[in-house]
């Protein structure tokens, strides 16, 4: 199966649009069949309000936007509410045929019922409690799937397939494996974290009997709604070495001065300058210049990180996170607000008296050791959700389960290019891997 790096356009009128849908249709044959699935009038309803709240969070422009979102109908959804001219002049289809073809180009026709996205979080939970590696439960569901995000130089993709794809051959298996990375594609900036074109090349040859791969270059993990291809649901998530600062500083709770402030006194002044004709970051560090992609300092922060785990795995993996981003996720999981002060950046020095016992447990384990947060403090009983321009709420979720390891590599477990790195590192302590198990909080 060819490799395919290029996100789709996004159309910015209705002439593009119409020729969108149309190469859309063209490209998915058996997609556009089972849309008629969609359509029917036991699924109809469903189907408005998913393709609804699809296009609301899709960097379609706003009048393509709300002109779809009318033409589709009023909430609740209904055939009665559909406007078949508004839809016609946009798509250039009658109704049903629009239906499907957006449903075929917003990636719906993969989209499973959520009852039905794999297996049940505390089958999950069971699992992973039982198993050393995590990611045999690929090995336990009908299809697995994976999507890696900031997939860097793609070595553990290498080392994935290495572990799995042999099982996967025997067993006569389709392993999905998507993968994005914000770095852009033939950027001089970013070395050695560049997807690897070897490595590329290699996984284009696999046989698409047992392995579908993707990967996306110049993509930002927080706005996947520019990546129809990907599934709504994957058997597992992960992320190794979650970014820094990016991940560092939870905005919810450190204020936008603080976050420079401390930026300036710990990485340096900073500024945006122009390299090989690239907007890129220049930080003056320890007396050194050094040069970062432009959005080196853009903060998202960990609630960002875990609404988006946990909104597409049944299984989530953050590896080889550092200290510093570690504690910050730590504090989004746990149920007491005492860990999540305000304004108080969680510095070496006041992480024991913030995190009380927690701290003191988890600062003694040894590396390659494991432990389950909840027997150290309560879960939290809710992941904030990420507010919504849309009109629907979006889901919220929780963790029922977390794993703390302590350590970079695990013997037998898939590692990436930055855990392999840790033992260079002077400066850092041990890292952390988190391994989380997601579930939707029913709506109240």
Known sequence: MPVQSNAPAT??????????????????PAEWESARKLVHRSR???????????????PLPRTLQEGLVAGLGTTPASAEGIDPVRLKELTGLPPTKAIRALC????????????????APHNVEAFVQQNPSPYDLLLQVEKPSLLDLGAGDLSFEEELLKHYLPS??????????HAVDRLQPGSQLGGAYHADPERLRRFAQYPPDNFRFRFGG????????????????YTMVTCHAPATPTFAYEPTRLSPTTIRSHLIETKGEYRTVRVHEEEALEVMHRGQCLTFPAWKFVIQGPLALLNLAARRGALCVLAAIDDEVFWEILAQLVEDPGMRPTDVVF???????????VHQTLAALDVGARCSLADLTALRRTIPAESSSGKRKPPTFRFRFVEIRRGAVFPGIPAGFTARQF???????????LVLVPEQVPAR
């Open 44 to 58: 109809l309803a469903h189907t408005l309000d998913r393709l609804m709240e699809r296009i609301q969070q899709s």
């Open 104 to 119: 075929v180009y917003f990636a719906l026709v993969q989209e499973k019922a959520p009852s039905s996205f794999g297996p």
């Open 423 to 433: 033992r260079q590192m002077s400066e850092e302590v041990p890292p952390w891997h």
């Open 347 to 357: 510095t070496p020095d006041v992480l024991p008296e913030i995190f009380g016992h």
């Open 218 to 233: 110049g993509v930002d993990m927080m706005d996947l709604s520019a990546q129809p291809h990907l599934l709504a649901h």
């Open 11 to 28: 159309p910015q009128n209705p002439a593009q649009l119409r020729q969108l849908l149309k190469e859309s249709k063209s490209a998915n």
């Open 168 to 177: 996967f051959q025997q067993s006569g298996k389709t392993l999905t494996l």
